[in-house]
């Protein structure tokens, strides 16, 4: 009866040392992931504030030049 329970234990500890293997694995997995998607943000950020900063630029002189809507309507 005794090697019953050692047995079971022993699967049953072995059970859990698989499931924590395989748990790390996909927290491996999902860091790598998420690693990659901060790097893109951080590309698609860096693109984002060099063309603000072009429209920065030339955006006042579009602003003077081109005819601006009318908020009335015509009577």
């Known amino acids: 009866m005794i090697w019953m329970i050692v047995g079971l234990t022993t699967t049953g500890l072995m059970v859990l040392g698989i499931l924590a293997v395989l748990a ?3 927290v491996v997995l999902l860091s790598r992931a998420l690693s990659r998607s901060a790097e893109r943000l951080a590309r698609a950020g860096a693109e984002v504030e060099r063309e603000a900063d072009v429209l ?17 309507g015509t009577n």
């Open 24 to 26: 790390y694995r996909e």
């Open 56 to 72: 920065a630029r030339h955006g006042g002189a579009l602003a003077f030049t081109a005819a601006s809507p009318s908020v009335q």
